[in-house]
């Protein structure tokens, strides 16, 4: 494995009855002026937005608010964050919500701190060494959001959406129950599982030698999430089910699995460069894409995908060679997509293969995409065309 040094400073409240005994002690850590930022309004019909307003203005809070924030979060919107930031003195951000709010949060308060435009962080790889502080109270698994630095923004007037972030953005404290996922709808459960699976697989398929802990950890979060998401689509409101997939968010991508060791990141690359443009659900372009860049890949390391369809996915050797059990695992990872519902196809979205030349130049206009494998502009035109 690689050299590293691991920090995650993110407080973690897990459970039900967090939120109630300890936000408002947490918050007033920071400050009293507190920017509330969330999406389209889900959080007042399921009763969170009243919980989380009381809880701030019985403890004698100033509050302003952020709402309308986009499922792929624009830049337009972390500006108007920005904004307000500034203006009012604010001195923590606190994102209720999904992995957009979080995303769109961060942004917020690292871009309120950076004396440049907030796009730099992004397009330029610039990292902030100071930020706001965050606080979050998550109501979907998906991006493992709420225990880690880094975001998505969409650019909507050029049509980019990059990724980008700080150490200095991660979340000061972070509040999951899953209860507040009770009313998520189940289209997005389901790209919520996806996303959680594809961060396991960007890690699994690395090119870094000898880390065999790593890949045990990361075939348990993958084979807990394949056993316990058909129950909470089955039963949306089992708690132990959904707080199960709640934590296999968190562990995918909070830096635990992949200590030592170099990801792929190819899927999210080119998904990005789909929602950039078709602004479809993050979750629902991976499912689509995760497959058919395994089909791409597999002849790179084909035991690596064998040995994760014999230890979690039930595929059996039977004396066949590593490239016949891997092609009966990528076999079974669309299976499980189908099975929870996931699309399959572009098609599903309504989209054609008129932008595949442009998507896929834009997926390597910094160069090669992947670590797995480095994949050339052809490379991912033709996983898009697979994907159609």
Known sequence: MNSFRFHNPTVLYYGKGQLQKHLAAEVKAYGRKVLLVYGGGSIKK????????????????????????EPNPRLSTVRKGI??????????VLAVGGGSVLDCSKAIVLGTKYPGDVWDIFAKHIQPEEALPLGTVLTMAATGSEMN???VITNWDTKEKLGGGSP?????FSFCDAENTYTVPRDQTVNGMSDILAHCFEHYFHATPETPLQQRLIESVIATLVEYAPKVLANPT??????????CSTM????????????DWACHGIEHEISAIYDIPHGGGLAIVFPNWMDNVVDVNPQRFAQLGERVFGVERNGRSDKEVALDTIAKVR????????????????????????MAAQAVRYGHLG?????TQEDVAEILRNSL
């Open 168 to 172: 200095a953005a991660f979340p000061k």
């Open 149 to 151: 630095s880094g975001g």
């Open 252 to 263: 995918a991508l909070n830096g635990m699995i992949s200590m030592g060791l170099v990801g």
């Open 335 to 358: 299976e499980f997509f189908g099975s929870i519902g996931a699309p399959q196809r572009l098609a599903d979205y309504g989209i054609g293969g008129d932008d595949i030349q442009h």
């Open 371 to 375: 670590n797995f494998k480095k994949l």
């Open 83 to 92: 904004d307000i930031c500034r203006t009012e003195g604010i001195e923590l």
């Open 238 to 247: 089992d708690f132990h089910a959904r707080e199960t997939v709640m934590y």
């Open 46 to 69: 399921s009763g969170l937005y009243d919980t989380v307003r009381n809880l701030l203005t019985d403890a004698a809070l100033q509050v302003f608010e952020l709402p309308g924030v």
